[in-house]
């Protein structure tokens, strides 16, 4: 079982930053990937960026430039740097672990940290 506990969620104008940050509970070099969502009122739940054990990176287009996904392996944390916010960015923003097991995969979520921009 993997806990994952978020925090550095807000309330931001339009154009300020943020950073969110993952700690998960055991060591995160053993998580094949581990990434951030979010979900806005009404919406589905949406990839926003992703980072590798190895250190690849994936980022959704509308947050390539802003947003920075990064990991400190010491911490067991994952960081989200979301610079150059919008109002469209306003969502409950998750984290995820995926790890793959010999007999499949399995995901593990945080509870989610709200995200509001104002503009």
């Known amino acids: 079982q993997v806990q994952l506990v978020e925090s550095g969620g807000g309330l931001v104008q339009a154009g300020g930053s943020l950073r969110l940050s993952c700690a998960a509970s055991?060591?995160?070099?053993?998580?094949?990937?581990m990434g951030w969502f979010r979900q806005a009122p009404g919406k589905q739940r949406e990839l926003v960026a992703t980072?590798?054990?190895?250190?690849?990176?994936n980022y959704a287009d509308s947050v390539k430039g802003r947003f920075t996904i990064s990991r400190d392996n010491a911490k067991n944390t994952v960081y989200l740097q979301m610079n150059s916010l919008e109002p469209e960015d306003t969502s409950v923003y998750y984290c995820n672990a995926y790890i793959l097991t010999l007999i499949g995969s399995r995901d593990y979520w945080g509870q989610g940290t709200q995200v509001t921009v104002s503009s």
């Open positions: 055991l060591n995160i070099l053993s998580i094949n990937v």
């Open positions: 980072i590798t054990k190895g250190g690849s990176t």
